[in-house]
């Protein structure tokens, strides 16, 4: 890798990191510069502006993601624990997702968070989550469930800890207060009135 090459890379290497710890408001040039040795001229010089420069971590972002879909899948057996032992092994791209979670106002921030989300179940999670709580519902109303437990469980994560079973025991317990809100009357009351309108 040319030297050029791989100053660009050190700036998206921090860059990444920067974005996912702090946020994508937070992105400062000044300290990745101090922080890879480099001036800011040479962010410039590779990016243009800081707008290229986050769709360049983004699509660092997707690869990423199709590389954890790869692995996930042949090993992947069930829902608890394989995902999420899996899942640990991957802190700071969980925390990059997190950030594009938070900041989903964004669209480019909401539409990759959806895309990876949604190409994880197609490719392995969607399975899993189903066998794991005997759903029987078709792939749509599954895939809408297994998001509403995705974005409960992005909007409580704790980026302090990002252990397996923390990250596990999270999960379980929104699913399972989703499984009682589901079989309570209340919910068939609710479907009644939505389905007569």
């Known amino acids: 890798m040319s030297l050029s090459n791989r100053t660009k890379q050190l700036w998206i290497e921090k860059g990444y990191e920067h974005f996912a710890f702090y946020g994508p408001k937070n992105i400062s040039i000044n300290k990745i510069s101090k922080e890879i040795g480099s001036p800011r001229a040479s962010f410039y010089h590779f990016f243009g502006d800081i707008d290229v420069f986050i769709e360049e971590l983004l699509e660092r972002h997707w690869q990423i993601s199709l590389q954890f879909s790869a692995s996930g899948a042949p090993v992947c057996r069930k829902l608890f624990p394989d995902l999420y032992l899996l899942m640990e092994q991957y802190p700071l791209p969980l925390q990059f997702n997190r950030q594009l979670f938070l900041n989903r106002i964004n669209p480019a921030f909401n539409y990759l968070f959806l895309k990876i989300y949604s190409s994880h179940a197609k490719a392995f999670v969607l399975k899993l989550f189903s066998e794991q709580f005997g759903l029987h519902h078709n792939d749509e109303d599954t895939y809408n469930l297994w998001l509403t437990v995705g974005e409960t469980w ?18 379980e317990d929104i699913m399972n207060s989703i499984l009682k809100f589901v079989s309570s009357g209340l919910y068939a009351k609710m479907q009644g009135k939505f389905l007569k309108k």
């Open 154 to 171: 992005y909007s409580r994560l704790d980026p302090e800890d990002l252990s397996a079973v923390k990250m596990q025991q999270l999960a």
